[in-house]
């Protein structure tokens, strides 16, 4: 089964992973003006941007696992993952700042420190942005190992994100749970086994 998946994989191009994703921009778009996310449509294109990010980065998180354990091999589409799971965070983010917020700064700083889902929000996206700068050939070139320690930074990134949501929602709900359980499940499972002796 492995065998079919990988050679599958081999024959699509990345660039088609990122046309397949971006898609769901417009279609939220469209489904916030013509009522499909409810009665507030700005805090549904929010929620919905933020959700499919922590998905990609979720997604993102799994390629390793899968290799190491079922021998699935989507090693070529980690980076289209990462900066996708950017982008859907940074039109989150946009969203929040442009027509929740309306540009009030002042507010906005406020609701930074006094409210935590924001904080622990906001601390999410400042652990992506240095790996979405450095998501390139040259800067792997460049930073050596360095680079791999950096980008382990993607760990903190996705726990944030997962706690952004639990804080987020009102009361106990599975949904944000489950993604946490999945993530922790996922960074387990990266943990390599101490060999005997």
Known sequence: MQQGINA?????????LYILCLLWVPWLVYLAQTGGLGREPIKGL??????????????GLAITPLRRHLGINL????????LLAFIYV????????????????????????KRPYIT??????????????????????????????LHKLTYVAVVLGAIHFIWLVKGIQLEPLIYMAVILLLLALRIKPRKAG
């Open 8 to 16: 599958a994989a081999r024959k699509i191009p990345t660039w088609a």
């Open 120 to 149: 622990i929000g906001m601390a999410g996206f400042v652990c992506l942005v240095p790996l979405a700068l450095t998501s390139n050939n040259w800067s792997v070139r460049k930073m050596g190992s360095n680079w791999r320690k």
């Open 46 to 59: 929010e929620h919905a941007l933020g959700e499919f990010a922590l998905k990609l980065l979720i997604v």
């Open 90 to 113: 940074t039109l989150h983010l946009a969203v929040w700042v442009v027509l929740d917020m309306s540009l009030l700064w002042g507010q906005m700083w406020a609701d930074v420190w």
């Open 75 to 82: 090693i070529k589409f980690r980076r289209a993952f990462g």
